[in-house]
């Protein structure tokens, strides 16, 4: 049974930092992608940032610059370090997993918090 374990979200301060990490379990094919959305109240699901395989990365425009995505291959662990938040990066991420074959697994989400 594949599971992917979010942690690292929270109340931070604007221009302060947070670092998510996702942790997954129960995958013995190789992944694709891996990577973080996010959902703020009243909004679509947004991709925030995603790394394949190969180490491509690629993010939203509006965190560009302040996030950056890392995955550890060998703990099937991928991170997404966010500096510089600001209120309008409050929202909950979800953590998403793409494997061969095209199959997509998520995680239950994490709340992270901009606020003074």
């Known amino acids: 049974q594949v599971q992917l374990v979010e942690s690292g979200g929270g109340l931070v301060q604007p221009g302060g930092s947070l670092r998510l990490s996702c942790a997954a379990s129960?995958?013995?094919?190789?992944?694709?992608?891996m990577g973080w959305f996010r959902q703020a109240p009243g909004k679509e699901r947004e991709l925030v940032a995603l790394?394949?395989?190969?180490?491509?990365?690629d993010y939203t425009d509006s965190v560009k610059g302040r996030f950056t995505i890392s995955r550890d291959h060998a703990e099937n662990t991928v991170y997404l370090q966010m500096n510089s938040l600001k209120p309008e990066d409050t929202a909950v991420y979800y953590c998403?997993?793409?494997?061969?074959?095209?199959?997509?697994?998520w995680g239950r989400g994490t709340q992270v918090t901009v606020s003074s």
């Open positions: 998403n997993v793409i494997i061969r074959g095209d199959y997509t697994y």
């Open positions: 129960g995958i013995f094919s190789d992944i694709n992608r």
């Open positions: 790394i394949t395989r190969w180490g491509t990365t």
